[in-house]
């Protein structure tokens, strides 16, 4: 026997109209180098059906890929809903990609039309020879001069603004398919080549549904959203599209992305919801001293693991703590959140904070399992067999786009292999050990550095620190601390060791310690152990 309900598709055109509809005087704001700009859905949503109309101009094909190279702002957002409400694909090009990388996947993609911020235009620039299929160049003027001769002969660059004003609104073309793509995003390659993403309408829809259940991050109508996560950055974890659904104000934060820009707007827009990776948060908190906090009610984090010491120092400081989030392009990216189960909450505090520190429960919607990866069984739920995290569910990805190294990725059952290692305990928590390319090796047995780096990170003295493995003539590999010190503080190697001590396994004690500036970081924000590797590949480590 069938159901007997209706077969509606889930496409973006729904989202869009509840913002249109429903709450057009709620307001996207945008803090640029020009100052802030305040705009509210009714007009957004015009503005955006006459790109749409832009769209059209232009020539893009029906499936043709519209490209971003843009920071979190309300003219991205516009994009964000144009491409696929007029059944074009929208790819958010990461402005923060090696230059080779974002030729790749210009020409991968086969992008027709980039839109780019003049803030960045001085990154795409050169590479315009590079695109084999662009053929348009529509500049965002968000500020300050730049020079727009050079281009290639049969590319036309446009201004933003003048397209929009002689535009008329389009009615969106019926999308009846709900699988046909929305947009693409690349992962930030960290190894070889970018590899592309595409999600549908229908993991879209979905995806924003789940960024608004309760047991997650939980958007509702009355937030003011702050993603400071870039919306080239998997999608802004869902923010965007949820904020839209949900008629929440959106704050966009724009090129500045600096602790003293985000703590003010954190507190003069009233921010509800404040999203963004460890390091953001690392550098923020300091500058919410004395500030107004008393809106923000969630801090979804995620990205990297999120450090014990960071969240407790939220919640000491803002009686916040951290909301840590897992999930990969690849899930769209929400999977799993760090929600406390009502039957636990009266554990100590000290519990609850090891608890925050895991990646959390898989939200609705989303299956995961811990495999063995010798014999590919599940591995105990006792939160120490460890194994490698696969997960399965309507907004992650079965294949990447036209990419042969999809195979390694995928498992003979269609799940999605992470490349994370990870535990799961008997109440379904599942803990991030290590990506497997950053564990630490140590004689068959398996150090993680994640663990190692938030035990370093709880000494009061230390900023910032990270965990490589590095070549040993015994061991095969051991942990080298790379450690950043707090401003004005002293800090020697045996100190760091002996506070470490007690808190680990004696064989997982860091064989050395180096004292650098800064850890470098990837694309977006996360620690670049590749870096690391490669700076201290030759350091030779102290005889015990
Ligand atoms: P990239 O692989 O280039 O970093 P993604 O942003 O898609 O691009 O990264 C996904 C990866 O980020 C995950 O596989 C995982 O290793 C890491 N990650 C994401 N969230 C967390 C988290 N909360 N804790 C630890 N690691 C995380």
Redesign the pocket.
């Known amino acids: 026997m069938q159901g007997l309900m209706q077969d509606f598709p889930l496409t973006i055109p729904h989202l869009f109209s509840r913002a249109e509809t429903l709450f057009g005087d709620k307001q996207i704001v945008t803090a640029l180098p020009t100052g802030v700009t305040r705009t509210t859905y009714a007009e957004w949503a015009e503005r955006t059906r006459r790109l749409g109309g832009v769209l059209d101009t232009l020539g893009i094909s029906a499936d043709g890929r519209v490209a971003t190279f843009s920071w979190n702002t309300q003219r991205h957002l516009e994009l964000y809903f144009a491409a696929p409400c007029t059944g074009r694909v929208l790819h958010t090009l990461n402005l923060r990609l090696f230059p080779e990388q974002v030729t790749y996947i210009v020409n991968h993609a086969e992008d027709e039309v980039i839109f780019v911020d003049k803030t960045v235009a001085g990154l795409l620039w050169p590479l315009l020879s590079t695109f084999t299929t662009v053929r348009h160049i529509v500049v965002v003027n968000d500020g300050g001069p730049f020079d727009t001769s050079e281009v290639p002969e049969g590319m036309e660059v446009h201004d933003y603004e003048a397209l929009l004003a002689e535009a008329s609104p389009v009615q969106w073309p019926a999308i009846d398919d709900e699988n046909r793509a929305a947009s693409m995003c690349y992962?930030?390659?960290?190894t070889g080549n970018p590899k592309g993403v595409v999600y549908s309408h229908r993991s879209t829809v979905l995806h924003t549904m789940a960024a608004m259940f309760a047991d997650s991050v939980g958007i509702c109508e009355a937030d003011r959203i702050l993603p400071v996560v870039p919306m080239f950055?998997?999608n802004a974890w869902g923010l965007a599209h949820a904020g839209v659904a949900s008629g929440a104000d959106l704050i966009m934060p724009g090129p500045d992305l600096s602790p003293p820009s985000l703590a003010k707007l954190i507190e003069e827009e009233r921010v509800t919801v404040a999203a963004g990776v460890p390091t953001i948060w690392m550098g923020v908190l300091p500058e919410l001293a004395g500030r107004d906090t008393s809106a923000l009610r969630i801090i979804p984090c995620?990205?990297?693991?999120?450090p014990k010491a960071l969240s407790e120092g939220f919640r000491e400081q803002v009686g916040l703590p951290i909301l840590?989030?897992?999930?990969?392009?690849?899930t769209s990216?929400v999977a799993t959140v760090s929600k406390i189960k009502s039957t636990l909450a009266d554990l100590p505090e000290e519990k609850l904070a090891d608890l925050r520190a895991t990646?959390g429960l898989p939200v609705l919607g989303v299956e995961i399992r811990v495999v063995d990866q010798a014999t590919g069984e599940p591995v105990k739920r006792d939160g120490i067999d460890r194994g490698e995290l696969q997960a399965a569910g309507p907004w992650i990805a079965r294949t990447y786009y036209n990419d042969e190294r999809s195979d390694e990725s995928f498992t003979a059952d269609g799940w999605l292999r992470?490349?994370?290692v990870a535990t799961i305990d008997a109440e379904g928590y599942v803990r991030?050990v290590d990506?497997t390319k950053d564990v630490v090796k140590s004689g068959g047995e398996w150090i993680s550095s994640?663990e190692l780096e938030n035990e370093i990170m709880a000494h009061p003295k230390v900023a910032e620190a990270a965990v490589i493995g590095v070549a040993h003539p015994k061991w095969q590999e051991r942990p080298l601390a790379c450690v950043v010190v707090k401003p004005g503080e002293e800090l020697t190697r045996d100190e760091v060791l002996e506070f470490l001590e007690p808190r680990v396994a004696k064989w997982w004690l860091p064989d050395d310690v180096v004292f650098i500036d800064e850890v470098p970081k990837?694309s977006?924000g996360?620690f670049s152990k590749k870096d690391l590797r490669d700076r201290f590949k030759d350091h030779v480590l102290p005889t015990a």
């Not at 992962?187 to 960290?190: D, E, K, L, V």
């Not at 995620?302 to 999120?306: E, F, L, Q, T, Y």
């Open positions: 992962t930030s390659g960290t950055h998997a995620g990205g990297s693991a999120v840590q989030a897992w999930g990969m392009t690849e990216p990646q992470t490349g994370d991030l990506r994640v990837t977006v996360k």
